[in-house]
């Protein structure tokens, strides 16, 4: 617990340069939530703040009639004091947008709990004959519900609103609107610290299957395997939707690398698939493709890969004998399993292969049989599509190259997407028994 903490609870006032130094509410959080649990009601964690900060409080409610999407700030802030003040950015019927903002400098005055100031419920309105399909999301709106339009309403609005600075998102907006345009917040550029900007060219953003594959099993070069991802992700602007494999096979054993997602905008390869190192020995080829449709990184296994590979007679066995392995974790086993390696093979092979990008950061310890005592199974690339690849032979002195995990260091495969980034702030409608963790940045 930090000493100004402790203080404010002991009831004393701390001060270090003559000005009251604050305790806070803290959190942010971005949730979609069915139109029928407002209000919403939250609770926060707290933070002790620097000397002569306030306390900040920003909250956006953005309605399809549907759905809601709320974003809340809480924290220290060096902004000015303002009061507590609501903006009606849009007030339908259809889509409504409206915010709050607030600046104090007081302990815990940042202390709004619930989405009842911003929101009074409106009248019923009759429907009229436009129908458009709605939707509030962070990854997409590929099969959005249709509504019929409130009377007044009498155009389709969809776009993407863009925010950044203080928080980082991406919303897609779709609904009904009274008026034709890309014009969801009335021209509203700045809420508080978070930048907000708007889009609604549908090529403009993508959304793209998201995720990472780490698998090992005894035939991955044989037998295709499922490769799909549950995870979306709505891409920057002008980034595509990308998909990677790697395979390795050592012949005992063998590994899959994938990984889905956006990235920087790029034309498709001409030849997505490339064999690195073919046998006799070990078995190293690729698989990767750029495209700019929604969730157009579709493959669903690894056949994308294997159907492309030759398929040679099995050959003969030679005289050499080499310890095979393949690590996705540090460094294989001093008692790897020794091989009778097959015919036109004269090495045998020992070195690390380092991924980087895509969501991995991993380093591969490879073991096996080659045809050239100086094989390079990467033949010296630098990328495998998104990923950028480094290898090192036991036998080479020079260092590997920085982003190389150090023996024993696991990946983290997509952290952000399975975890939240800490617990700050919770929310629920009607119960605490309802209870949903906030995230907030480390």
């Known amino acids: 617990m930090s000493p100004a903490l402790l203080l404010a609870l002991l009831g004393i006032t701390h001060t270090l340069t003559g000005v009251h130094a604050l305790i806070c509410n803290h959190g942010r959080k971005e949730t979609v939530r069915d139109i029928s649990e407002l209000p919403l009601q939250w609770t926060t964690s707290q933070e002790s703040c ?17 759905q809601v999407n709320l974003l809340i700030l809480k924290g220290c802030t060096q902004a000015a004091n303002q009061e507590a003040r609501v903006t009606q950015h849009r007030t339908g019927p259809g889509l409504s947008a409206v915010s709050y903002t607030h600046v104090c400098r007081e302990d815990l005055c940042n202390n709004l709990s619930s989405t009842v100031p911003l929101r009074a419920l409106p009248p019923p309105t009759a429907l009229g004959s436009v129908r458009c399909p709605v939707c509030l999301s962070t990854a997409g709106c590929g099969s959005a519900a249709e509504m019929t339009c409130p009377i007044k309403s009498s155009h389709c609005y969809s776009g993407v609103l863009l925010f950044s600075g203080a928080i980082s998102s991406h919303l897609k907006v779709q609904g009904c609107t009274s008026q034709e345009g890309c014009n969801l917040l009335n021209g509203t550029r700045e809420i508080g610290p978070i930048t907000l900007r708007e889009t609604c060219d549908p090529l403009a953003l993508l959304s793209c299957h998201r995720g990472v594959m780490l698998r090992t099993s005894v035939n991955l070069a044989q037998e295709p395997v499922e490769w799909t991802s549950n995870g979306k992700q709505l891409c920057d602007p002008g980034e595509v939707c990308q998909e990677t494999l790697l395979l390795i096979d050592v012949g005992q054993k063998s590994l899959l690398v994938g990984s889905k997602g956006c990235s920087k905008a790029r034309t498709q390869d001409s030849q997505p698939i490339s064999i690195h190192s073919r046998p006799p020995g070990v078995l190293v080829a690729s698989y990767a493709r750029f495209c700019s449709s929604d969730g157009c990184n579709s493959a669903s296994s690894s056949s994308v890969l294997l159907n492309s590979l030759p398929r040679p007679a099995a050959p003969a066995s030679g005289d050499l004998h080499c310890p095979t392995c393949v690590s996705f974790f540090g460094s294989c086993p001093e008692n790897s399993e020794t091989v009778r390696c ?5 090495h045998c092979y020992k070195g690390y292969i380092a991924l980087q990008g895509g969501g991995l950061s991993i380093s591969l310890n490879v073991q096996g049989c080659v045809a050239q005592p100086s094989s390079s199974l990467l033949n010296r690339i630098q990328n495998i599509g998104v990923i950028s690849v480094a290898e090192k032979r036991d036998d080479e002195n020079e260092p590997l190259n920085e982003f190389l995990l150090p023996a024993g260091a696991a990946p983290a495969p997509y952290l952000a997407w399975v975890v939240g980034l800490g617990l700050s702030l919770a929310l629920w409608c009607g119960a605490p028994s309802l209870l949903i963790p906030f995230s907030h940045d480390s």
């Open 50 to 66: 620097e000397d002569g900060w306030g306390c900040q409080e920003v909250l956006l409610l953005i309605e399809n009639e549907l």
């Open 342 to 346: 097959p015919s036109g093979t004269t």
